[in-house]
T-cell receptor, first 114, second 115 residues
Framework: NAGVTQTPKFQVLKTGQSMTLQCAQD?????MSWYRQDPGMGLRLIHY???????DQGEVPNGYNVSRSTTEDFPLRLLSAAPSQTSVYFC?????????????FGPGTRLTVT | AQSVAQPEDQVNVAEGNPLTVKCTYS??????LFWYVQYPNRGLQFLLK??????LVKGSYGFEAEFNKSQTSFHLKKPSALVSDSALYFC?????????????FGAGTRLFVKA
């Protein structure tokens, strides 16, 4: 199993550009999440999904969109990049209720917005 | 709303000494509690969890954590620290109420183990 994969590893954007961060998992996990990691602030939840077709907002959803058309994929879209979105982005997945509960994380995407 | 507090930005300990990394939480339902570790330029790795049962849980690499409901704490411990334990440690909480999934993380505590 590849686990949780994220692409790209690094990205530089100009203010106002849009892009999609890709996330995929091959463990048949129901739950998937996107976090951003900033120094001194830990991981903050952006959006999450409890299954295909179901998404919800986390702590810091503004400026980001998600969709979950399949169990495997959970892309994160930046609509109009801003310097405040410079961060490291992590995707995570886990089993649903009654199984496991711990999250498996991807290697991260380091995004710089100039 | 859920929240997690890790009161120490950094913990320094000598190799061979016991270590403790503190975590307190707030959640409306039954807490599901987790510790994760992050090594430089890597994603997070799961260490251990408390879901139900024994208040002392054991995890990977000799780490353990004690759930204290009255103090709403879930401190991470290890009897004898290794230099290789130096990393960034995150505590996380999830509302264990049926249907709850949102998992919130603390700000992290950097552990330095000196040889």
């Amino acid at each position: 199993n590849a686990g949780v994969t994220q692409t790209p590893k690094f990205q530089v954007l100009k203010t106002g550009q849009s892009m999609t961060l890709q996330c995929a998992q091959d463990m048949n996990h129901e739950y998937m999440s996107w976090y951003r990691q900033d120094p001194g602030m830990g991981l903050r939840l952006i959006h999450y999904s409890v299954g295909a077709g179901i998404t919800d907002q986390g702590e810091v959803p503004n400026g980001y969109n998600v969709s979950r058309s399949t169990t495997e994929d959970f892309p994160l879209r930046l609509l109009s990049a801003a310097p405040s979105q410079t961060s490291v982005y992590f995707c995570a997945s886990s089993y649903g209720q009654g199984k496991g509960h711990e999250q498996y994380f991807g290697p991260g995407t380091r995004l710089t917005v100039t | 709303a859920q929240s997690v507090a890790q009161p120490e930005d950094q913990v320094n300990v000598a190799e061979g000494n016991p270590l403790t990394v503190k975590c307190t939480y707030s959640v409306s339902g039954n807490p599901y509690l987790f510790w994760y570790v992050q090594y430089p330029n890597r994603g997070l790795q799961f260490l251990l969890k408390y879901i139900t049962g024994d208040n002392l849980v054991k995890g990977s690499y000799g780490f353990e954590a004690e759930f204290n409901k009255s103090q709403t704490s879930f401190h991470l411990k290890k009897p004898s620290a290794l230099v290789s334990d130096s990393a960034l440690y995150f505590c996380a909480v999830r509302d264990g109420t049926a249907g709850g999934f949102k998992t919130i993380f603390g700000a992290g505590t950097r552990l330095f183990v000196k040889a």
